[in-house]
């Protein structure tokens, strides 16, 4: 559901912060992350599933979902950037 804007947005991200040079690579490293992260998760998921009961590991994925959501409001300030910083640190 939330795959193709955070894809989109990891892109534009990768798209400023990586040099030239290496923009084919972190797009590569940034896809099989994704993939490998993907399979991971399904495995985990599945596993700890299969030893708590549905119940609980929905409670547990909620739980988990709510940190995230707290670490991302506490440091969203850190992802703001500054334009003039990043043209001056780019290199072509």
Partial sequence: MCGGPSAIASSALL????????LTRS???MVSVWLVGGALGN???GAIT???GRRQAFALSAC??????AVGTLFRRTLETV???LETDRRP
Avoid at 64 to 69: D, M, P, Q, V
């Fill in 15 to 22: 798209d400023t912060l990586a040099s030239r040079a290496a």
């Fill in 27 to 29: 797009y590569t490293l």
């Fill in 43 to 45: 495995a985990v998921g």
């Fill in 50 to 52: 299969e030893s708590l």
């Fill in 64 to 69: 988990r979902l709510a940190a995230l959501l």
């Fill in 83 to 85: 334009p003039d910083a």
